[in-house]
C-alpha cells in the first residue's frame, strides 16, 4: 500500500498528521507533498498551524472525515509498522 493511500485513509478516518508523525507512522519524510497531491486529487485537507515558542509546524486533517465501519483499518506491528486491513 502507498503511503499516499495510506496517509488519505487515516485522514479519511478523523486522524491528525503533523510531519513528525507522518515520518513516525508512515515513514513519510515528505507530508507537504502527499497533502499537495491528494488535494490535486479533490481531497479536501484541512491545515491548521502550530505553533511551539518560535516554531511552528503544519497539522493536516480533513473537517468532515469519513468514518466507515466497513472500510479497511489501519493497525500498527509490533514493530511500529503501520498496515491496511
Known sequence: ???LKMIKHYLESGGRLTPLDALDKFQCMRLASVIHQLRSDGVE???KTI???KKSYAQYY???PVVNKNQMSLIWDTTGRLYLV
Open 1 to 3: 500500500m502507498s503511503q
Open 51 to 53: 505553533k511551539n515558542g
Open 45 to 47: 485537507v484541512e491545515t
Open 62 to 64: 480533513m473537517k468532515n
